[in-house]
């Protein structure tokens, strides 16, 4: 299928995020921002929905948005700009959450698995519905790991986007791993 030339100058899907972006801002051009969103739009809300509800993560990916099209600094090229945007929302939602009064910091002793009763959390057979219930009785850091290393951040890109050293990230995604496995393991 031949594309119209018009079109092919706009839609490039080899282009990296970072040239998108340095275009961006250099042009202030929409159709770049626009296949900047095409590339990260679904996994940034599957990510804030993951640690929130819906009507939270909308708000959050569009003020994530409003936000990348603010930053017009052209001195702070974005190595990874993936990372950047995935540290806009993140530190958007950790806002909303302490708006809200709902951030706690869970100050848990790694060492030990939690505790639930998975009998009135889990009533569904459905494998997804029982790691779903799974994932989100994780304390809020081993989650969202766990998460971002789905999303395919490595862990050094997760210690980045967390302030948090690289060990940290290890041992929050073993955690995680532990709890989820000692959960799911639990029910069967």
């Known amino acids: 299928m ?14 990296s995020p970072e040239v998108l972006l340095t275009n961006y801002r250099a042009t202030g051009k929409n159709k770049y921002l626009s296949l900047l969103v095409a590339q ?14 819906k009507e939270i993560a909308e708000d959050i990916v569009q003020t994530t948005w409003l936000k990348v099209m603010q930053t017009q600094q052209q001195n702070s090229v974005q190595t ?8 806009i929302a993140r530190n958007s939602l950790i806002d909303e959450f302490r708006r809200q009064k709902k951030w706690k910091i869970q100050l848990l002793d790694e060492n030990k698995m939690l505790t639930v009763n998975l009998e009135k ?21 081993q989650r969202e790991a766990f998460i971002f290393q789905q999303e395919g951040f490595s862990v050094s890109d997760i210690s ?11 041992s929050r995604l073993r955690y995680a791993r532990n709890n989820l496995s000692h959960l799911l393991g639990s029910q069967s």
């Open 2 to 15: 031949q594309l119209p030339s018009m079109i092919k100058g706009w839609y490039n899907p080899n282009a």
């Open 80 to 87: 990874n700009v993936k990372s950047w945007i995935f540290t």
């Open 160 to 170: 980045t986007l967390t302030n948090d050293s690289f060990e940290t990230i290890k």
């Open 121 to 141: 959390s889990i009533q569904s057979a459905d494998r997804l519905t029982q790691f779903n219930a799974a994932l989100e009785q994780l304390p809020f850091l």
């Open 40 to 53: 990260f739009n679904l996994s940034l809300y599957h990510y804030v929905l993951s640690q929130s509800n």
